[in-house]
């Protein structure tokens, strides 16, 4: 009973069960934003009106947002390879730039829902916002935890050097975040 277990440790499948734990985790996230981005396509094929709504999203806002999202799975690339050489400072450094572009992430998303909101584009207004919010609230939800999680890493786990192979699990996370982006963005703002 003196020692501890360390679920890192125990792999049956060769797969370190943290990461495994990731991957059951995105694997679980496909299921819902693939299950909403299918009833989005649908609904947008079948009714011709959604242009009219998805011609008042914000373009530019969505074109920054990406631009944001793929240069912080740059920097996330970044940590995971100075966590590799067990670099805490170099590591810590690029977490924090990929938080800091997250925030970016969601102060562009909350300056672009008040602007909507106050021109009259609410979850209820149609069928297409009601996707769009949806959509673009659960994936900000996403950047958020994503965001909080690679804090505590950054100072619990690396600036103490121990842990590292959370790194490369929030890398496989955040970068998930962003493919979901990457179907989001050219449907809801490109697609009018």
């Keep these: 009973m003196g020692h501890k277990i360390i679920a890192t440790g125990r792999s049956?499948?060769?797969?370190?069960?943290?990461?495994?734990?990731?991957?059951?985790?995105?694997?679980?996230?496909?299921?819902?934003?693939g299950g909403l981005i299918a009833a989005y396509l649908l609904n947008r094929f079948l009714h011709g009106s959604w242009e009219v709504s998805a011609a008042y999203t914000n373009t530019f806002i969505g074109g920054a947002n990406t631009f944001w999202l793929l240069t912080s799975s740059y920097f996330v690339v970044l940590a995971h390879a100075a966590?590799?050489?067990?670099?805490?400072?170099?590591?810590?450094?690029?977490?924090?730039?990929?938080?800091?572009l997250g925030g970016l992430f969601m102060g562009f998303k909350?300056?672009?829902?008040?602007?909507e909101i106050s021109h009259g584009f609410t979850?209820?207004?149609?069928?297409?916002?009601s996707f769009y919010y949806t959509a673009?609230?659960?994936h900000g939800f996403h950047v958020l935890c994503g965001m909080v999680i690679m804090a505590?890493?950054?100072?619990k786990d690396i600036k103490h050097e121990q842990n590292w192979h959370r790194v490369e699990n929030i890398g496989?996370?955040?970068?998930?975040?962003?493919?979901?982006w990457i179907f989001l963005f050219p449907l809801l703002y490109i697609a009018k």
């Design 152 to 155: 505590i890493i950054a100072e």
């Design 172 to 180: 496989i996370y955040w970068h998930f975040v962003d493919i979901v």
């Design 83 to 100: 966590a590799e050489k067990r670099d805490a400072k170099t590591a810590r450094k690029y977490i924090w730039y990929t938080i800091g």
């Design 136 to 138: 673009t609230g659960l």
């Design 12 to 33: 049956r499948t060769g797969i370190p069960t943290g990461r495994l734990a990731v991957w059951w985790v995105v694997g679980s996230e496909i299921v819902i934003f």
């Design 110 to 115: 909350s300056y672009e829902y008040a602007t």
């Design 123 to 129: 979850l209820f207004t149609s069928n297409f916002w």
